[in-house]
């Protein structure tokens, strides 16, 4: 069935270097998407979001890029911090209606 | 805290036995949300309410799982007869479709399950 995912399981970055997290979706009919973070033991907290009428939406220190014709989405974090170290997953629904649907999640590690 | 609050944190269990969690979601939100989460993956819908109402459930909802919302306020979630595959993180959420983000749930802490 379709469902989001995601490229990389893991991925490990220096600390103030920049990091990207991927996220491919395959539900055309998608057009609200969020990023969350989870921290270990603890439920996942929003970090970011954007409407599919959108490329492109900046935050604190995030930024998230919106390609609808590949069905892409990432999640990129500037001068990534030890705080930044947890699991990110990608969620979509329609139109805020429907339940979000998660993808598997990218584990960040941040070496200091 | 005006978070949403899940009882408890964590329980373990014997299999066959029975377990309820709770979930006190955000007081202005009307929709609840129960999913699933085991090691290494995302979080898996099950069901969700919006008042009292459940409107949807999930497939991984078997006859053994119930969740009720009979005031529109706090919800449980009901498993019987546990079995050892049951063992999860029972995350709640709730969330308003009048938010500027309305797609966006608030989640809880989650309670873990482990069936020995």
């Known amino acids: 069935g379709e469902s989001v995912g995601l490229h990389l399981p893991t991925l490990s970055v220096q600390e103030g270097d920049n990091s990207i997290i991927n996220c491919a979706y395959s539900?055309?009919?998608?057009?609200?998407f969020i990023w969350y973070k989870q921290e270990s033991g603890k439920g996942p907290q929003f970090i970011i979001d954007?409407?599919?009428?959108?490329d492109k939406r900046q935050g604190q220190r995030v930024t998230v890029l919106l390609n609808k014709t590949v069905k892409h989405l990432s999640l990129q974090i500037a001068a990534t911090q030890p705080g930044d170290s947890a699991v990110y997953f990608c969620?979509?629904?329609?139109?805020?209606?429907?339940?979000?649907?998660f993808g598997k999640g990218t584990r960040l590690s941040v070496i200091a | 805290d005006t978070g949403v609050s899940q009882n408890p944190r964590h329980k373990i269990t014997k299999r066959g036995q029975n377990v309820t969690f709770r979930c006190d979601p955000i007081?202005?939100?009307?929709?609840l949300y129960w999913y699933r989460q085991t090691l290494g993956q995302g979080p898996e819908f099950l069901t969700y309410?919006?008042?009292?109402?459940?409107?949807?459930k999930s497939r991984l909802l078997s006859d053994r799982f119930s969740a009720e919302r009979p005031k529109g306020s706090f919800s449980t979630l009901e498993i019987q007869r546990t079995e050892q595959g049951d063992s999860a993180m029972y995350l709640c959420?709730?969330?308003?479709?009048?938010?500027?983000?309305?797609?966006?749930?608030?989640f809880g802490e989650g309670s873990r399950l482990t069936v020995l």
């Open positions: 959420a709730s969330s308003s479709p009048t938010s500027g983000r309305a797609g966006e749930l608030f």
């Open positions: 539900n055309s009919a998608s057009d609200y």
């Open positions: 954007i409407r599919s009428n959108m």
């Open positions: 969620a979509e629904n329609i139109k805020g209606n429907t339940p979000l649907v």
């Open positions: 007081s202005e939100h009307n929709r």
């Open positions: 309410f919006q008042n009292e109402a459940q409107l949807e």
